[in-house]
């Protein structure tokens, strides 16, 4: 059973990103730039094994496109998402083998990284419709199998399309719907460096339109009107100290009257 890397990057020059991310198994990456080429060759790891790439760079725009692309050109029977931004544990590989050894009737499962803006609990749960939110794609390994291949990441949704964040939640609650079953497992596979972000650039009155659209696209009306209560009686003061909650909540409830 192999297990395969897909990387989504911006504007690389070369393929050294391969290198700097420490992968050490086959791969595909997806480079957004400004021309549409692929790449494929071979390269021996650190244990002495040949891994292959496939390096495609694309003219399509947008995080959730990129996961798209990776996950169609995808050959491994396990697949870890990633970005850019990580340096993969020298053992991942045999991480997320075990973790599915262990864990044969999961399709999705959820790993630990060593990121200062998540905190990862260092127990095994698993993932449902409540709790959810708490995962970020990076850090999550899937089968490659129907169920996952049929369920993309919604192009509407994440950097690149000016809607916000979102997507991997997005990606999550579909698999669930589709029957998918999810765990954490608290061990560790990489380091994820911290830095700007393309798409939050603060708590303006966009980031909170933006948070009622998606509240609409992850939840449906009802249980996003119920999503958009819980965050204002429960977590916007925690988040934003400077806007009004009123300004906070016309703005959310504008962004989830938004089609968009």
């Not at 990057?9 to 086959?26: A, F, G, H, L």
């Not at 050109?73 to 990580?86: F, H, Q, V």
Request: overall charge positive.
């Amino acid at each position: 059973m192999k297990v395969q890397v897909l990387l989504s990057c911006m504007n690389q020059q070369d393929c050294s990103i391969v290198e700097r991310t420490n992968i050490q198994t086959d791969a595909v990456v997806v480079n957004q730039c400004n021309n549409d080429s692929i790449t494929e060759y071979d390269f021996i790891n650190k244990n002495s094994q040949k891994c292959h790439v496939k390096f495609i760079n694309t003219t399509e725009k947008g995080l959730s496109r990129s996961r798209n692309m990776a996950i169609v050109n995808a050959t491994g029977d396990y697949c870890l998402i990633c970005d850019d931004d990580e340096n993969l544990d020298d053992n991942y590989a045999a991480t997320i083998l075990k973790g599915f050894e262990d864990n044969p009737q999961y399709d999705i499962i959820a790993f630990k990284l060593d990121f200062s803006e998540l905190t990862f609990s260092d127990k095994e749960y698993n993932v449902n419709y409540l709790n959810a939110g708490r995962l970020a794609s990076v850090q999550m390994a899937f089968k490659n199998n129907e169920l996952i291949r049929s369920t993309p990441f919604n192009i509407k949704m994440g950097s690149g399309t000016g809607n916000g964040c979102g997507e991997e939640n997005k990606f999550v609650l579909d698999c669930l719907k589709k029957g998918a079953r999810i765990k954490y497992v608290p061990s560790y596979i990489a380091y994820v460096a911290t830095g700007s972000s393309l798409w939050f650039k603060g708590y303006t009155e966009k980031y909170w339109v933006d948070r009622g659209w998606i509240a609409k696209m992850l939840y449906g009306k009802f249980w996003g009107a119920i999503y958009l209560i819980y965050q204002i009686l429960c977590r916007v003061r925690k988040l934003d100290k400077k806007n009004s909650v009123l300004n906070i909540l016309k703005w959310m409830v504008r962004g989830f009257k938004q089609d968009r």
